[in-house]
């Protein structure tokens, strides 16, 4: 009998890790501009960055800001005029991401691992920028609709307390047989770690200082991009581009 080859999970974060700001901050300046959200959206999601470009939260608490901001605004919106607006968004910020991780998807996919991408991001987002960049699946926040409106109600919110179980949940309704220990996880915040121990692979990237900690004691492959660089901080040498 012949033997199959187990595929090989690539499993990505988005904001942060492959698109050099957030998805859903970009999405809801493009929903002001389309006077769909009120101005006044787009000024709580500014004076929540500055309490965090003044250091005085965490990015991962900023962006939790962020997802309250959408929330509380979207109820009432028209489905088909966010979808229109969350079209020119990703058509617009859909090559604003970091070279090593969009070199490390071309490279992924030429060997045939299947590409996974996970957000907390809205999915009707998510889904769009996955696709320009050729991912097999996706997985993002669901908002509920009826009647062709947003009700302001999210359907799988507390999912994302825990993306290894998500990945889990994924690979079981999929029946994808799956070899984790030659699969590749890529992420760059705490919110990322039980999805980055479960792969063989692991990568944190760009990783705030709770990540940076932990993937030193596990002796995970850490890498920075700055500017024009990239860095690999295991033996603090440049790295060559996906040499």
Same mark, same amino acid.
């Given at each position: 009998? !012949?033997?199959? $080859? !187990? ?5 990505? @974060? ?9 998805? =859903? ?5 493009? =929903? &002001?501009?389309? %006077?769909?959200?009120?101005?006044? $959206? ?14 005085? %939260? ?16 979207? +109820? ?9 607006? #969350? *079209?020119? &968004? &990703? ?7 970091? *070279? ?48 062709? /409106?947003? #009700?302001? !109600?999210?359907?799988?919110? @507390?999912?994302? $307390?825990?993306?290894? #179980? ?17 699969? &590749? +996880?890529? %992420? ?20 705030? *200082?709770?990540? +940076?900690?932990? +993937? /030193? ?27």
């Amino acid at each position: 009998m !012949k033997n199959i $080859a !187990k595929k090989k999970l690539a499993i990505f @974060d988005i904001d942060g890790t492959i698109f050099r700001s957030s998805l =859903l901050i970009q999405l809801i300046e493009g =929903l &002001v501009s389309a %006077g769909i959200f009120p101005r006044q $959206a787009q000024k709580e999601v500014a004076r929540d960055y500055l309490a965090w470009l003044n250091r005085r %939260g965490s990015y991962e608490n900023y962006l939790k800001q962020v997802i309250d901001i959408h929330l509380k605004y979207l +109820a009432g919106a028209w489905e088909k005029d966010v979808l229109k607006v #969350t *079209r020119e &968004v &990703v058509a617009f910020q859909k090559d604003r991401v970091y *070279r090593y991780t969009r070199r490390l998807i071309g490279i992924l996919k030429k060997q045939n691992f299947f590409l996974l991408a996970i957000s907390g991001s809205p999915v009707y987002i998510v889904e769009k920028f996955a696709g320009q960049l050729g991912f097999d699946a996706f997985y993002g926040t669901i908002y509920e609709v009826s009647a062709g /409106r947003f #009700t302001g !109600k999210r359907l799988n919110a @507390d999912s994302f $307390a825990d993306k290894k #179980t998500v990945i889990k949940n994924f690979i079981a309704e999929k029946k994808l047989d799956v070899d984790l220990k030659k699969s &590749v +996880a890529v %992420g760059d915040t705490e919110s990322d770690i039980s999805m980055l121990s479960l792969v063989g692979q692991p990568i944190a990237f760009n990783p705030n *200082r709770v990540l +940076a900690d932990h +993937a /030193r004691k596990r002796g995970w492959k850490i890498v920075v991009e700055r500017k024009d660089m990239i860095y690999s901080l295991e033996d603090f040498k440049i790295e060559k581009l996906l040499r």
